[in-house]
């Protein structure tokens, strides 16, 4: 897909202060119009690159053939500019690590967080050009994300980041039989970062992994998605006004082509020492044999199939508030969205009549649209995929009750909200695969045990969510539920002040809470004998 010339000619934007050049249509003036256009700028780099194009996901198909769906064409980086940047970040550790105090570190991330907040209004139009996601949406992200920053200024400076630690009693005795020696735990930044970030929360999946890493006084190499580098551009250059040096934050925006040989540098350089990613749990798996003979760090927030199980006590308006939050958010294009929906079977007709009367009223459309409640699809091949399982499921015995259809006169990337019922969890695709769209595939259940079975029939065990009255229930069913986080009658609860992942191939790690900080330490034992 290329640019229509006549129609789109270029604004250039350049700078000595980043590393990347950016070139946006004309169709979009308005939107890079921004109350701050400097925002997206970048300098050329020393030799002919690629253009990474980025697509607006709301396009329609008239828009794709014409070209004017490319809202954004950047000069793409390779596996040498990754080296590159992590032999420079290796340089601007000693400084950072060591001659930078915690305070300091924690008064540049709350500059950082200002200046994304003063900025929301342009970064969260960027998000929604280059996501699809409704505007309403990207401006939460924007305080979602700054939300990590906040968090991890203030952990910067306490006892349990780096620099702190422990002073314990020594076991070892003098001949007087006083205690001999000093035993301390002392926090240390692990090193060199690299992290990889993906599509679906541009800012926030950004600030998760770079507030906590530059809190503990390690340097950072992240690449964003290929698919919405913008945002993170525009991260980039609000860092560099904080005053967060630039070798200390370095992005690495590449193409799909070139993406596998940047992960493959993060993975085999020895400089690395700490891998941060969000995706797929392929690529997660990928990454973690990359990394076998480096032996790195690795916080892997993976795929997710999230099990939301309605009790027969269960508040039904809560319920129905709970799942409309979890499931439709970004088109339910998020890993901790619910899935796979167990209802039990003396309330199912209830819960699917409440569910529908709020499902019918979702507002689909472009995200810039007022009216939008949900967006598009990140790209055609995930609409069409998502037809096809629900295709299946409905041949297979499911009952559409409502949607299951895209929405070709808006665009190829959209697709209907969308309930099925008497979805079969023994051999149905749509149940036991991470949909990543706006489909409630239902099944019912009688018994507890069996609510707990169904829900933990799967390799994933990131979310899982519940509802009920019942106080014993609660803590009965959240212990027996195999996920790494449990929401009971809510249906969003990620927070900055919580810890964050999964179990099984969900991932490893925390992300969010001092866990979160403490994924960027190593614990140095010192014994001081006076």
């Not at 290329?2 to 169709?27: A, C, D, E, H, V």
Request: glycine share 8%; hydrophobic share 40%; charged share 20%.
């Amino acid at each position: 897909m290329k640019f229509n010339q006549s129609k789109l000619p270029f604004i250039l934007m350049t700078t000595t202060m980043s590393s990347y050049t950016i070139r946006m249509g004309s169709s979009l003036t308005t939107f890079i119009n921004l109350k701050d256009p400097l925002l997206l700028r970048g300098k050329f780099l020393s030799r002919h690159r690629e253009s990474l194009e980025v697509i607006d996901p709301s396009a329609t198909l008239g828009d794709i053939e014409d070209g004017t769906a490319v809202i954004a064409l950047v000069e793409a980086m390779d596996r040498s500019d990754a080296k590159k940047a992590i032999e420079e970040s290796s340089k601007a550790l000693k400084k950072w690590k060591f001659h930078t105090s915690a305070l300091e570190r924690s008064k540049l991330l709350n500059r950082l967080s200002t200046l994304i907040t003063e900025n929301a209004d342009d970064i969260a139009r960027i998000m929604t050009l280059e996501s699809g996601k409704p505007l309403k949406e990207s401006l939460a992200e924007v305080g979602y994300g700054t939300s990590f920053i906040d968090f991890y200024a203030g952990e910067a400076i306490r006892s349990t980041s780096a620099g702190g630690g422990h002073i314990y009693p020594s076991p070892f005795s003098s001949i007087d039989g006083s205690p001999r020696g000093k035993i301390m735990a002392i926090q240390e930044a692990v090193g060199v970062t690299a992290m990889i970030t993906p599509w679906n929360f541009p800012i926030a999946m950004i600030a998760r992994k770079l507030a906590p890493a530059l809190a503990a006084g390690c340097t950072v190499v992240l690449k964003p998605s290929e698919l919405t580098p913008l945002t993170a551009i525009a991260v980039k250059e609000l860092a560099n006004r904080a005053g967060i040096p630039d070798e200390v934050f370095q992005l690495i925006i590449s193409n799909k082509d070139h993406t596998p040989g940047v992960g493959e540098e993060f993975c085999t350089n020895p400089i690395v020492k700490k891998i941060s990613f969000t995706g797929s749990t392929a690529v997660g798996k990928l990454l973690m044999k990359q990394s076998s003979d480096t032996i790195k760090r690795f916080s892997l927030e993976l795929g997710g199939n999230a099990p939301f199980i309605v009790f027969e006590d269960a508040d039904i308006d809560q319920a129905v508030h709970a799942a409309m939050a979890s499931k439709f958010r970004n088109a339910g294009q998020t890993c901790v969205c619910a899935d796979r929906f167990i209802i039990h079977k003396d309330i199912e007709e209830e819960f699917v009549q409440a569910l529908h009367q709020k499902v019918q009223k979702i507002h689909v459309g472009k995200g810039l649209d007022e009216k939008t409640i949900m967006g598009p699809l990140i790209h055609g091949s995930a609409a069409s995929s998502i037809k096809e399982k629900v295709d299946e499921a409905v041949t297979e015995g499911a009952e559409c009750v409502i949607g299951g259809n895209l929405l070709p006169h808006l665009g190829p990337n959209f697709f209907e909200p969308t309930i099925l019922r008497n979805v079969d969890p023994s051999s149905s695709r749509i149940w036991h695969e991470e949909t990543f769209g706006p489909v409630i595939a239902m099944t019912t259940f009688i018994h507890e045990d069996q609510a707990i079975e169904l829900a933990n029939d799967t390799s994933s065990g990131l979310a899982s969510y519940f509802c009920t009255k019942d106080a014993a229930r609660i803590f009965r069913v959240s212990e027996r539920l195999e996920n790494g986080i449990v929401g009971i009658n809510e249906g969003i609860i990620s927070t900055a002040v919580a810890p964050f992942g999964g179990v099984k191939e969900s991932g490893i790690g925390r992300e969010g809470s001092p866990s979160g900080l403490a994924e960027y330490l190593e614990t140095k034992y010192v014994y001081w004998n006076p």
